[in-house]
């Protein structure tokens, strides 16, 4: 009993020491643990507030980077209007619209009626000065003009009428995004019914993430034995797009659901179908990805998201598994099947009667041609427009503001000079065994309002190289040349065109012991000659002996006055173009002579609207009279004849219509050049080698030639040369410069500054009847 | 009597003297002769103001109907937009003096002076027997105080 009693006492004191050492780490777990709990909270909750701030930031501010667009200039139909059916065509195909045989009835289809007539029902579209509604036109074209507009259901005539612009390129951020926003109450209720029904079936019904859905397709995948449902909601979808990697972790699954769960408490579930609606990837164009419903609409069935069928919808829903699994230009029975499954659950939900389910199947997916937009078919110009945008924008707002901006870039005139490029580089080099790896620039500009209209920088115009047109600076040879006889000319008591030049040897000391001694072309002198004749054969040596009279410097300040901003160098070989102008330059400086001496300097932006089509900024046309009318009036005089009986005689024979320009080449003809222009257009040629070895041509055989064929393809106004107030024509002698008559042989008629004109009379032989028959008829 | 001195405004009656019964007719009756005669009025400030280089029969259709979408954005205050049109017709042809003018006259008004006078100058380089339009040019060009003062289409 005692023993007994020690037993129960032993093991009563026993569970008193087990009672009393576990009382005492009880203390220890609860004291530390809480100081643990403690500190996870704080750390968990520090990591909430991070991932809210991340989602709040991202939300409140630009969701999207969205790429600027570029667009084309809009082609203005009037009657009247220079146009032939292919270039009407060509525009139509440029700006996406569909030919169609009956009478067209949607915007963006044309119809064609016996080669020449065109109905055609425009897009609507937002201009910078206001959004123009789609509207029904026809037009009729006889003799390359347009010669009846009208509405398309009435006779009523229309004035004019603006085509709206191609998209011509892209500015992109980084990532290729590209996507077109909408708004959630824009987008079709059946789209909607659809995405949920096969996304998220309670969307409207839980915080972000759905235990339920998670447990479904736990159980579903390992029914299956791998992945075949996910359990994702919307919302998961939309911070997995938008915050997160898509690489499969525990941890990006955690907050993947963490911040589902943020982002639901923070934003309403309009915002968030809004937001996924137009974030979802849903396809690629190449480098571009696509996102969000309205342009993968408009890449799958060029039509708005507003605009397509229900079987359409169900396609793009679809593709949300898998945009490139389904893709349906390549994959069409994958992709049907997958339409299908979604038109059933749409059924199912109630979108569709069984009816209406069973004609959708039948019907083909409905694709539409896949478009060509975003690509960059233009890289020069495209250049050259982000050039002028980085003076207002900086890099990151070009590339993600969605910004639109507006060009003077004509497509039309742009594939000419392509095709100009391409046709005469490859003939020269077949006829001139000296020429090879020949490159090339062309630019071409309206020549009364210096707007860019086409640019070529490489031999093959689509490769995204160097930009020669605008950084390839190279010796200019004799395009100088009108620069020193305009200085001269300004100066009217002292030369006119009728002044006799001396164009015998020259030698001139540069520096020490050295002497410099300018060549003409052919290498020999002709004694005197007439300032104008000068000109027109581009004698060197009289040219040198001018440009030293009348002074490097005022030479200097006629360039910068023509437009011509980079620092000329004061020596005397400049005056023979010894100094470098990119063509850019030279299409700048001769601007100012097609323009009677208003300096425009070129531009290729016209306006900029922001994202939502509401205006930014006009770029206005600017126009500065820098140079005296008449004076260029007489250099124009001359820069014509050069185009008759000049350098550049070989146009006369080519076109009817009055020309004017000058060839420029460069010693050991390492460059040709030529620049021209007629009443509506300026263009500057030059063809050179990267390496600034010699190319075999001047600017007759090279340059002048690709200028003759791209302006052979456009349609071109000749020259209205329109003489101004105070400016005489008179008869001169060409070999004396003193004053005959139009029945003397070698008389020329030259225009004189009021008060200039020669007095001394030249002997007059007779010009034989021939010669005069020929002046009755100039 | 008694009616005709309460008026009402918003459910609150109120009671008016005499005197200031009268003046609110007296505004009323001008009010009324306002809305009658003053879009005459406008139109004939108009008519006055404007060149009359939209009636100008060389003009073609297309270039009329720009100058005249222009007159009305200008008259709207619109002078950015009416110069944009303008510069669509310039696109279509520079070789009419009277758009280049008319875009002198709109910078003009935007007191943009030296632009104003440029395209004046324009205008004039392609004038080729408008007397009128160059002396108005001209007036741009080198301006008294009676020119640049005056606004030519109001």
Known sequence: MTKQKSKARKKASKKKVVKKSKGKFRFLFNKYSLLGLSVFVLLFSSYLVYLNIQITDKMSGRIWSLPSHVYARPLELYQGKNLTTTQLISELKQIEYILVQNRPTKPGQYRILN??????????????????????????????????????????????????????????????????????????????????????????????????????????????????????????????????SPERTLTRKINEALMALLLEINYDKTVILETYINEVYLGQNGAQQIHGFELASQYYFANSLRKIRRDQMALLVGLVKGPSWYEPRKHPVRAKSRRDQVLKLMHERGALSLAQLNKYKLLDLGLAKKPRFSANRYPALIDLVKRQLKQDYNEDDLKSSGLKVFTSIDPLIQSQAEASVKRVITRLEKNNTRAENLQTSLIVASSQQGEIQAMVSDRKPDFPGFNRSLDAVRQIGSLIKPAIYLTALQQPEKYTLASRLDDTPLHIKTSKDKLWSPQNYDKKFSGDILLFDALNKSRNVPTVRLGLDIGLSDISDTLHNLGVSRDIPAYPSMTLGAFSLSPYDVANMYQTFAANGFNVPLKVIREVLNKDGQPLKRYPLESE????????????????????????????????????????????????????????????????????????????????????????HLNVDGLQMHQPAGINKVWIDAESGGLSNKNCLGAVELPFIQGTEPTEKAECKSAGFIEQIKRLFN | MQVSRIYRTNQTFIQLRPNKLILILLLQLSLLWLTACAPQIITEQSEVSILPIADNPRLPDVIKSLISQSDKQYLNNDFMGALATLERAVRINPRYAEVWSRMAQVYLKQGKVEQARQHAKRSNSVIKDNIQLREFNNGIITPDSSNIQKEPLH
């Open chain 1, 115 to 244: 080669e020449a007539h065109f109905e055609i029902i425009s897009k609507n579209f937002t201009y910078w000065d206001g959004e123009q509604k789609s509207q029904g036109i026809r037009l009729s074209i006889y003799n390359n003009k347009i010669s009846v507009l009208h509405m398309l259901y009435s006779d009523e005539t229309l004035p004019l009428f603006r085509m709206e612009p191609a998209k011509i390129a892209g500015i992109y951020p980084s990532t290729k995004e590209e996507r077109q926003l909408i708004k959630l109450d824009e987008v079709p209720d059946d789209l909607v019914l659809a995405l949920l029904a096969v996304e998220d079936r309670r969307f409207y019904d839980h915080w972000g993430i759905d235990p339920k859905s998670i447990i479904r397709a736990m159980l579903a995948n390992v029914m299956a034995g791998g992945t075949v449902q996910g359990g994702s909601t919307l919302t998961q979808q939309l911070v997995k797009n938008l915050f997160l």
């Open chain 1, 625 to 712: 009279k820098t140079i005296d009318e008449k004076s260029v009036y007489l250099v124009n005089h001359v820069l014509h004849q050069v185009t008759q009986t000049g350098t550049a005689k070989s146009l006369a024979d080519s076109f009817p219509q009055s020309l004017a320009g000058k060839t420029g080449t460069t010693d050991d003809l390492r460059d040709s050049w030529f620049a021209g222009f007629s009443d509506n257009q300026l263009a500057v040629a030059w063809i050179g080698r990267d390496d600034n070895a010699s190319t075999g041509l001047t600017g007759s055989s090279g340059a002048l030639r690709l200028w003759s064929d791209l302006f052979s």
